[in-house]
C-alpha cells in the first residue's frame, strides 16, 4: 500500500480512539458520529491531489441515481427481513407477529399499525439524519480505499476492506458491555462490505452504497429488526443469531455474493 493510503488509514483510526479518550474521561461518547465523519474528513485530507471521480463522487442523471438508491435500499430490506425470516423458522429469533411486544415495547403503546407507522417514519427521519455520516464512510471505505486494494486481487480486497472497516469500529467495543459481540459483527462487516464493494464496482459511485449503509444503520436496525421480534428477545440479543447481523444474515448475504459473482464470471466469460 501506498503512502496515500497509510496516511488516510492513520487520520481515520487516529479520530475514533481520540473519541474513546474523551469518552473514557469525560463520559461523553461520541464515537460512533465522529468516527463516521473523521473517515470524511481522512478521505479529504487524503485525495486533495487525486481527481474525485476516482473516489467513486460521480456524476449521474437524477433518475440514474435515484433507481440505484431505491434498489439499494430495497435489497438490503430485503435480506435484513430474510434472515429474521430464517432466524424465527429455525427458532433462534423469537418472533411476535400476534402481540409484535418488540415494536410496543421501543415505540410505545396504541394501535399496532399507528405504532407501526409511527416506527417506520422514527427510522426514515435518523436515516436521512444518518445519511451524511454514511456517505463520509463510503466515501473513506468504498470511495478511495478499496480501489487501492484492488492490486491484491477482487476478493482480497473485499475481505481486507472488510476487516479493515470492522477493526476501526474497535474503540466503540473496549469497555463496553457489547465488546463480545465484536466477532460476530467483524464477520458481518466483511460480508456487507463485500457486497457493498460490489454495488461500488456496478455503479461506479459511492452515493447508492452510502445510502445502503445509511439503510442498514437506521431502518434493518430501527425497524426490521424491531417490528416483529418478541419483547424478551429485544432485552437480551443474541448477537450471532440476530437478524442480518447474525448467521442467518450470513448465509443470505453468502448466497448473494456468490449468486453475483456466478453472474460477474459468465459474463466476462461470454465477452
Known amino acids: 500500500m501506498n503512502r496515500p493510503v497509510w496516511t488516510f ?45 476516482d473516489t467513486g463522487l460521480t456524476r449521474q442523471p437524477v433518475r440514474r441515481l435515484a433507481g440505484q438508491s431505491a434498489a439499494a435500499v430495497a435489497a438490503i430490506l430485503g ?22 411486544s418488540g415494536l410496543h415495547q421501543v415505540y410505545g403503546a396504541g394501535a399496532t399499525a399507528e405504532v407501526l407507522v409511527a416506527a417506520l417514519v422514527q427510522s426514515g427521519l435518523l436515516f436521512l439524519l ?25 476478493w482480497t ?37 463485500t457486497l457493498l464493494g ?26 426490521v429488526n424491531t417490528a416483529f421480534t418478541d419483547a424478551a428477545e429485544l432485552a437480551r440479543p443474541d448477537p450471532w443469531s440476530m437478524g442480518l447481523s447474525g448467521w442467518p444474515g450470513w448465509v443470505v448475504m453468502v448466497v448473494l455474493i456468490a449468486a453475483l459473482a456466478t ?3 459468465r459474463k466476462q466469460v461470454s465477452a
Do not use: Q
Not at 479493515?164 to 474503540?171: K, N, V, Y
Open 9 to 53: 488509514l492513520a487520520i481515520a483510526f487516529t479520530i475514533p480512539w481520540l473519541l474513546w479518550l474523551l469518552r473514557l474521561g469525560t463520559g461523553v461518547d461520541v464515537i460512533a458520529a465522529g468516527g463516521m465523519l473523521g473517515v470524511g474528513v481522512a478521505t479529504l485530507v487524503t485525495v486533495r491531489r487525486f481527481d474525485l471521480h
Open 198 to 223: 460490489l454495488l461500488r464496482m456496478h455503479t461506479k459511485s459511492v452515493w447508492a452504497c452510502a445510502v445502503a449503509h445509511a439503510a442498514n444503520n437506521t431502518l434493518v436496525i430501527g425497524f
Open 130 to 154: 444518518v445519511l451524511p455520516l454514511a456517505f463520509c464512510e463510503e466515501w473513506g471505505w468504498r470511495g478511495f480505499l478499496l480501489p487501492r486494494l484492488m492490486r491484491f486481487g477482487r
Open 157 to 193: 480486497a473485499f475481505g481486507l476492506s472488510g476487516i479493515i472497516w470492522a477493526t476501526w469500529h474497535l474503540p466503540g467495543y473496549i469497555g463496553s458491555p457489547a465488546w463480545t459481540t465484536f466477532i460476530p459483527f467483524t464477520v458481518f462487516t466483511v460480508l456487507l462490505g
Open 263 to 265: 453472474v460477474t464470471t
Open 79 to 100: 435480506l435484513a427481513a430474510l434472515a429474521v425470516a430464517i432466524g424465527g423458522a429455525t427458532g433462534v429469533h423469537r418472533l411476535d407477529l400476534a402481540g409484535f
